[in-house]
């Protein structure tokens, strides 16, 4: 298990910045097994202010994007990607509600397995003590395939 990373460790290993980075901690990591990040949601939050400006609704899009930045740094927890990158080959996820303003989403990452550079996870998000999201997610790490 690791100690809290922040946003500037964050944006460097996931080499994502703001805005666009939708994790602001990692609460812990153990390694190769699970993560659970954490957003905290501002009312002044760029995109709040532009989707659906009336209600303040985070989009979907990036609800699935805060649980995607949390299962890939999970996967290169499991397996030094040095300047490689992952990249997701498929997805299936699901929307309960949008969370609000001034709650906190936490993404929990759960890695169900990874073979020749190929990972498959979960990830479930909740708010305000709610499930809001989750998603299945499988990754592809082209630099790690092996064919045998």
């Known amino acids: 298990m690791t100690n809290k990373i922040f946003q500037i460790e964050i944006s460097d290993r996931l080499d994502i910045s703001p805005p666009f980075l939708m994790i602001d901690v990692y609460e812990e990591i153990t390694t190769g097994e699970r993560a659970?990040?954490?957003?905290h949601l501002k009312?002044?939050?760029?995109?709040?202010n532009?989707?659906?400006?009336?209600?303040?609704?985070?989009?979907?899009?990036?609800?699935?994007e805060g649980m995607l930045q949390t299962l890939v740094l999970l996967i290169y927890s499991k397996e030094d990607h040095g300047d490689h990158r992952s990249f997701i080959t498929d997805s299936k996820v699901k929307f309960k509600s949008s969370p609000e303003p001034g709650h906190d989403i936490i993404y929990e990452a759960q890695l169900l397995s990874f073979r020749r550079g190929i990972a498959k996870g979960t990830v479930v998000g909740t708010?305000?003590?709610?499930?809001?999201?989750?998603?299945?997610?499988?990754?592809?790490?082209?630099?790690?395939?092996?064919?045998?």
């Open 36 to 39: 659970i990040g954490t957003k």
């Open 50 to 64: 532009c989707h659906l400006p009336k209600d303040q609704a985070m989009p979907a899009t990036l609800q699935t």
């Open 127 to 148: 708010s305000n003590g709610k499930e809001i999201c989750s998603g299945e997610f499988t990754y592809a790490s082209p630099h790690l395939m092996v064919l045998r």
């Open 43 to 48: 009312s002044d939050d760029w995109f709040l």
